[in-house]
């Protein structure tokens, strides 16, 4: 029943798809319906308690990948060794953040800041919401390296293992950590932030976790990652453009390079799910379909700030009026993504392997579709506080 129930996910037009956390962590009394079911205490569940952060609460499926599997992915460990930890920059030739902030220990520094802030006064409000969202995204990144150690046949069993698959995921996540230090500190120095009430949203978020559904399984847990980093890579991009026309060619600089990056972990991620792909189509194909039915949730679809129950809804429907990340751009990944493991050509596949490549072939125009609908029903769009930029009111 509370399966059935955590199972609705319709666009609005509001949140289109991409950006409805999975029902679960909605706060619609449905949801709470969905989850008292399970707990048996209606009056606990319904109680709105002050501060409470959002959690997931669908079930959530463990080890769903059957023993032979996992030998087939262990079998990629060597191939993996050579063709994805090349995909790593060695730190000696990665950027740092301090390449593109003031420089403390100058004589110049209050100059760099004060003409830094000069340019951020020009940026609107709603442009800051975005890129405070994005931010706390990238912040979360403990969520992420736990996500990734989850995953059966890849997690650190150490925490200092050399397997070529715990050697990626912390450099990973050391290039990764760069991208929230960066756009922290460009954040904190540009004075149009609540820097306090970011630093609470980022504390909840990591404090809530996710489950974006991976079920320790690596080939659930790569295609995810592929959708995502090159999820980030068009946000970062379009957060690029747009201070760019905002006459800020600094920060046009800041995000284009960070995108930069997740388009290295994307042809990283999608490398992985082209082997598997080469190995066992089959089970990949599936794989992918369920990964696509389940709906890829966004990683910081927990945000809550102490105060908007709804926080990650309202961001992700500024983000979307300004052409940042959209349902359109889902659609996009999905078709990219199709297009990148040629699933269309894949012949051999059992009678479940063809109704999956079906499915996946046939979801962009129907992911379309279904956001032209939902535009076709939007209403007046409402002006909202965010706490991150002093409760100043933006457009959704
Ligand atoms: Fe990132
Ligand atoms: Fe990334």
């Known amino acids: 029943m509370a399966m059935k129930l955590n199972a609705i996910n319709f666009p609005s037009p509001k949140c289109p798809s991409f950006a409805l956390p999975p029902a679960a962590s909605c706060r619609s ?19 709105k308690k002050p501060f409470s952060p959002p959690r997931e609460v669908h079930v959530q499926v463990t080890h769903s990948m059957p023993p032979q599997k996992l030998e087939i992915f262990k079998s ?40 830094l802030r000069e340019r951020a006064k020009e940026i609107p409000d709603d442009y800051f919401v975005v890129l405070v969202g994005d931010m706390i995204t990238e912040e979360a990144l403990p969520t992420y390296q736990t996500m990734l150690n989850t995953l059966d046949g890849v997690r650190d069993e150490t925490g200092a293992s050399s397997t070529p698959w715990a050697v990626w995921t912390r450099a990973w996540t050391a290039e990764e950590n760069r991208h929230g230090d960066l756009l922290n500190k460009y954040l904190y120095l540009s004075g149009r932030v609540d820097m306090k009430q970011i630093e609470k949203t980022i504390q909840y978020l990591i404090g809530s976790g996710m489950d974006p559904r991976t079920e320790n ?4 847990g790569f295609i ?10 068009v946000s970062h991009g379009n957060t690029a453009r747009h201070a760019r026309d905002h006459g800020d060619i600094k920060l046009a600089q800041i995000c284009g390079t960070i995108a930069s990056d997740e388009k290295r972990h994307e042809t990283a991620y999608t490398k992985i799910v082209e082997k598997l792909f080469e190995i066992d189509p089959d089970g990949t194909v599936l794989a992918f379909a369920d990964m696509m039915k389940k709906k890829i949730s966004m990683p910081a679809h927990l945000m809550y700030d102490g105060r908007d ?30 297009a ?57």
């Open 29 to 47: 009394p449905r949801f709470f319906m969905a989850s008292t079911l399970r707990s048996g205490s209606l009056e606990a569940e319904t109680v």
């Open 76 to 115: 990629i460990e060597g191939w993996a060794e050579d063709n994805i930890l090349v995909h790593l920059k060695p730190v000696e030739k990665c950027w740092q953040p301090q390449d593109f902030l003031p420089d403390p220990a100058s004589d110049g520094f209050h100059d760099q800041v004060k003409e």
């Open 217 to 220: 399984n690596p080939y659930l």
């Open 224 to 233: 995810y990652t592929s959708f995502q980093e090159r999820a980030t890579f």
């Open 309 to 338: 129950d709804n926080l990650f809804d309202h961001f992700s429907a500024v983000a979307q009026r300004l052409g940042v990340y959209t349902a359109r751009d889902y659609a996009d990944i999905v078709e990219h993504l199709v």
């Open 340 to 396: 990148r493991w040629k699933v269309e050509n894949i012949t051999g596949l059992s009678a479940d392997g063809q109704k999956a490549q079906d499915y996946v072939c046939g979801l962009p125009p129907r992911i379309r579709r279904l956001e032209e609908r939902a535009q076709g029903r939007a209403k007046q769009a409402a002006k909202l506080p965010f706490s991150w930029i002093y409760n100043r009111e933006v457009l959704l």
